[in-house]
């Protein structure tokens, strides 16, 4: 059986159950443990962490590798777990943050948000800052 | 809120899983140590409020202010 979210933001969406992600202890300041994640398009930059108890929370994440090419986690994850970041956004696209400090990691349908302790791991990292970098860089 | 008086090398038990050693006091700055289960989230406090600040700030975006991102580099 499969589950449906009335999400605020996407609509009804049809969940199915191996889908779900349990973050036992949650995230910080936010009243949820059961997630999914929403892709809206495939090979979107973007995915959703959508809360299966509360159909107006949802978190926008990234994979920080497509985004920060010296990204690195410490302590290191198990082998295999899933990597995301939350996003911040803001009207400048200059000022688009990722919290490379706190990232989520996903593995087996168990999530946990740890705190990175990675040198430069930084709570704003601007998040279009490398790729606006290879822009100016391939225009030149 | 309970208040506890301990010397360095002291310990205070939470449970049955959470122990609190204070390893050592040196002027302003006191040394503690940590032993819990390891899927026990800890946090020093400033840490856990910027973290806080940031999830609730990522739960307010909304879907039409993320922009488009090119496709990764093939060979990336």
């Known amino acids: 059986m499969s589950t449906t979210i009335d999400s605020t933001r996407f609509g009804r969406i049809e969940v199915a159950p191996d889908s779900a992600i349990v973050f036992p202890h949650g995230l910080v300041g936010l009243d949820s443990r059961t997630f999914t994640l929403i892709a809206r398009a495939q090979d979107d930059a973007f995915v959703w962490l959508h809360s299966l108890e ?87 | 809120m309970l208040i506890i008086t301990r010397r360095p090398g002291e310990r205070i038990v939470l449970g049955d899983d959470i122990v609190l050693t204070v390893m050592e006091i040196s002027g302003q700055t006191a040394r503690i140590g940590i032993a819990a289960p390891r899927e026990l989230p800890v946090y020093r406090e ?31």
């Not at chain 1, 994440?61 to 939350?86: K, N």
């Not at chain 1, 803001?90 to 490379?100: D, G, P, Q, V």
């Not at chain 2, 910027?50 to 488009?68: H, M």
């Open chain 2, 46 to 76: 400033e840490i856990w409020e910027a973290v806080k600040a940031e999830n609730q700030a990522a739960a307010s975006v909304d879907p039409d202010a993320l922009p488009p991102v090119p496709p990764p580099v093939a060979g990336d």
């Open chain 1, 54 to 140: 509360d159909p107006a929370l949802a978190l926008p994440l990234a994979d920080p590798r497509r985004f920060f090419s010296t990204f690195a986690l410490e302590p290191a994850p198990t082998e295999g777990a899933a990597i995301y970041v939350t996003v911040r956004a803001s009207e400048r696209i200059e000022e688009f943050t990722a919290n490379l400090r706190a990232p989520l990691v996903i593995a087996d349908g168990v999530g946990q948000q740890v705190i990175n302790e990675a040198p430069g791991a930084e709570l704003r990292a601007p998040l279009f800052a490398e790729l606006a970098a290879a822009a100016a860089e391939q225009a030149a």
